[in-house]
């Protein structure tokens, strides 16, 4: 074997014994070494130069990669998720003739759509989902997230969050909890527009929590500014407390009056 895919698939050992130990700080440490290691590999992308051992160096580089997204998962660091995934792509696409097919392919790509599902950016999900083949679409990963993005565009908040129980791959809970807090966010924010009060038990269930010491905790540690008594929640001290903006109405008569001037001449 080539002593510099030699040295890599030793230092991999090494991060992989680290990884399944819990031990993230030294999987980061050995991720960084590796990544500078893999530059010396001209079969990689973006050159994808046809040398000797171009299989062994990339299909050891695309594993390296996709432990690498898991990694920024467990430590959960979503800009290094966006790095390590985009590195990761090409060895998916540009590189899908060159080597069989990664039993991590699938459960990876669901991970990313839910990520930008998470982070509110539908545009781009649908534009990934548009680069799937049908058979990736079938996935129960990939199915996973799609559907999620259509209970959450339906406002069927209760479906998205009781989906987290069955979710196809472990290292989908991370994402699912941050999306469960935005929409409990969400809900919250409309909750204290709406009303001058909730029972504890309607807020609750508005609120999707399954016991009245969940509701207590989530408000203790999001909302302080709620007041709890008599069995109900209050949000007036957060209506009080919120900033009142003036309309500034003669501004808006004298735009108002030159547009209408401006329409007549036009006319």
Known sequence: MDPKLTEVSQLFDRFKAAFLRNDFDSSSNLLSQLKVLLTGFRSLPPLFADTPNAVQ???????????????????????????????LKPYYTDARN????????????????????????????????????????????IKHAVELEQSFMEGAYNRVLTARQTVPHDTYVYFMDLLAKTIRDEIAGCSEK???????????????????????????????EWEVKNNSVFFQKAKDS???????????INQTLSYARELERIV
């Open 242 to 252: 919120a900033p009142c903006k003036e309309i500034p109405s003669l501004q808006l």
């Open 194 to 224: 709406a009303y001058d009060y909730l029972s504890i038990n309607d807020a609750k269930q508005m609120l999707l929590f399954s016991s009245d010491q969940e509701l207590l905790e989530y408000i203790k540690e999001e909302h302080p």
């Open 98 to 141: 060159r080597l069989p097919q990664s039993p991590q392919e699938y459960p990876i790509l669901g991970l990313n759509l839910l990520r930008l599902l998470v982070q509110n950016r539908i545009a781009e999900f649908h534009t990934e989902l548009e680069l799937l083949s049908s058979t990736a679409l079938e996935n129960p990963c």
């Open 57 to 87: 160096e990339l299909t050891i580089a695309r594993d390296i990669y996709e432990h690498a997204v898991v990694l920024s998962v467990k430590i959960e660091d979503q800009d290094a998720f966006e790095r390590d995934f985009f590195q």
